[in-house]
């Protein structure tokens, strides 16, 4: 990151993209903001590197991107809030943080494909979803996902993703502020 005026300019933007996403939510009726902050504590119980509790704390925020867009119907926004969230945070993080932004869908599809438990593990709005995002990979579409920089960073945040909030009082965004100006560009 440049001057000190910059990064404090972005963790505004941020800060305030966050705060929308507590009026968004997902199909399980959870917001948003929930979501990344329980997705985010998982990642620092699980000691995880801090690109990866940024990306478990940011890897939905393509739902808040779209939100405002009437036109886009819910098989677009199953499709496309992870690429449209890693594009928008890579102004200013690292692939570390935004590849595991963008390979979370695939993720799911890669789990889905590679391990026969897995599709258990997902709840009713995720199983809807995978559908719109493509469904089950080919062959060369899980070669090419194991060949993506970064995909181990992907499933460990799918990996929390998948896990269904336990009611736990959870750290307010604010707590991980400093994580996240260390992990910027
Ligand atoms: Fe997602
Ligand atoms: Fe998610």
Known sequence: MGSSADSQSTLKVLRMAMEGCASIKLSDGETV???????????????????????????????????????????????????????????????AVCAPVELHVDAKRYLVTVDADYRQRLGAGSLQSLNNQGGVMTSEEVSEFRRAEHFESALLVRQFDDVPFNGETLSPYLWYESIVVSVMR
Do not use: K
């Not at 739902?63 to 809030?81: I, K, M, Q, S, V």
């Open 33 to 95: 903001l929930n979501h990344a902050l329980w997705c985010a504590h998982q990642a620092m119980n699980a000691h995880c590197d801090s690109p990866v509790v940024v990306a478990a704390l940011f890897h939905d925020i393509g739902h808040y991107l779209c939100a405002g867009d009437p036109e886009l119907a819910d098989y677009h926004r199953d499709r496309e809030h992870a690429t449209l969230g890693a594009r928008w945070l890579a102004r200013w993080f690292p692939l």
